[in-house]
């Protein structure tokens, strides 16, 4: 019997990674543009480090969580979200010495145990990107901006969302607000958010359910209620987004699944034909870092799902296939695939991308190989060839084929060959 994948996990196969490789080749050359240094971290973390910086009364923590016990008795969990272990290690590894502002990125798997419903993986991958250190607006918009760039550089269209959770001055007033508002309710809504409107009542405006959503169409706004500084630094966010060319709309009822927002939150949202939904997600944490034990430093970030993007892209099409073999070599009889054996190692050597038979194929299956890989030169080695010094090379594009004069010295082929594709490669 044969062993099948888990549930709700995906392989990623040859014919779909090249988009995966556009993808992240794209995103790392805006990154890199934009000042942002890669960092990886482990996909095992404490349990704790989630249920105390992503909040006990999340979706993700109630009920998504990869957690289990390992041989030591610990509880650990697979990573649900890539923020909370990047804050873990600047804190743990003192990354803030480094610098004032860190700007830092992450590309990986990460893991929640949900209903795999179509689009819906317990293993997905995110782009994930935090800048540490900075309090400026400025900042938030050009965060904004370069996930902005990203969709622009890989060819997505989209539309950015935009609001403000406030701080833990001015949220109180709205949170009131919002209580009043649900105590009216109450009946009407589902067990979920009657429970969270007592312990965390501005969780319930992203619940999922249709008949709540269409009860909180005439909640207050949180927007009404920001204090002097977040309404000042919300209008500045507003402000540099449109100076810097980005377009948005405000939603104020977006506050995001997380507990540790605070002020800019934002969505990607997608506007391809036929597709809906957030392909990217961010905000502002400013009390996070201290939340978790290190310094007096704010912070924000943004995650991108690569499967959304990549089902998008390929829904496009368009995208070039991953090129095949700079040359496939040829060889009759066995002298001629001893010398093409050994050929094919100096040619790689030399940085080529070299393919051969190894199967002893006829002449005709070998053509047929090279063709199957699309491989852009073929070079026909047979004993006769061998004895006078010569090898035919073919372009596989136009059909042309001339002889190259090798010495009979075998070890200097390879420069020879090399110069004679790069010769007609120019043209
Ligand atoms: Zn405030
Ligand atoms: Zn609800």
Aim: net charge neutral; charged share 25%; glycine share 10%.
């Amino acid at each position: 019997m044969s062993i099948k994948a888990l549930k709700g996990f995906k392989d990623i196969l040859p014919d779909e990674v090249g988009i995966w490789q556009f993808i992240e080749r794209k995103a790392r050359d805006i990154f890199r543009r934009y000042g942002f240094e890669e960092i990886k971290v482990p996909i095992l973390e404490k349990t704790e480090l989630f249920v105390r910086t992503i909040g006990e009364d999340t979706d993700i923590v109630e009920k998504e969580m990869y957690t289990f016990v390992d041989r030591n008795g610990s509880s650990i969990t697979m990573r649900p979200e890539g923020t909370a272990p990047v804050i873990r290690s600047y804190i743990e590894n003192g990354l803030f010495v480094r610098g004032s502002v860190q700007r830092l990125y992450t590309i990986g798997p990460m893991f929640r145990h949900e209903r795999p419903q179509k689009g819906r993986l317990r293993q997905f991958h995110q782009m994930s990107v935090e800048v540490l250190g900075s309090n400026s607006a400025k900042i938030d918009s050009e965060v904004m901006a370069m996930a902005w760039h990203i969709l622009q550089e890989i060819g997505l269209q989209a539309s950015l969302e935009l609001n403000s959770l406030g701080c833990t001055e001015c949220r109180p007033s709205f949170k009131e607000a919002l209580l009043g508002f649900l105590q009216e309710r109450l009946p009407d809504l589902c067990d979920d958010c009657q429970r969270r409107s007592s312990s965390n009542p501005l969780r319930v405006l992203d619940c999922k359910s249709e008949h709540c959503q269409a009860q909180y169409a005439s909640a207050p706004s949180i927007i009404e209620h920001l204090c002097g500084p977040c309404s000042l630094h919300f209008e500045e966010v507003k402000q540099t987004l449109t100076q810097a060319g980005v377009p948005y709309a405000l939603n104020p009822k977006m506050v995001r699944g997380l507990d540790y927002y605070t002020r800019t939150t934002f969505e990607l949202l997608t506007t391809e034909l036929g597709a809906q939904g957030a392909i990217g997600a961010g905000g502002r944490y400013d009390g996070l870092v201290r939340q978790l034990g290190g310094p007096e430093v704010t912070g924000i970030g943004f995650a991108m799902g690569m499967e959304r993007l990549v089902m998008l892209l390929g829904q496009k099409g368009g995208l070039e296939s991953v090129p095949g073999p700079d040359l496939f070599l040829i060889t009759l009889g066995e002298r001629a695939y001893e010398k093409g054996f050994v050929l094919q190692q100096d040619l790689r050597a030399a940085g080529m991308y070299v393919m051969m038979d190894h199967e002893g194929r006829s002449m005709k299956n070998q053509l047929k190989q090279a063709d199957k890989h699309r491989a852009r030169f073929v070079l026909l080695l047979g004993e006769e060839e061998l004895e006078k010094g010569e090898a035919a090379l073919k372009d596989m594009r136009s059909g042309e084929q001339e002889i190259c004069a090798l010495a009979p010295a075998f070890k200097n082929w390879a420069p020879v060959i090399l110069a004679k594709i790069s010769e007609r490669t120019k043209e």
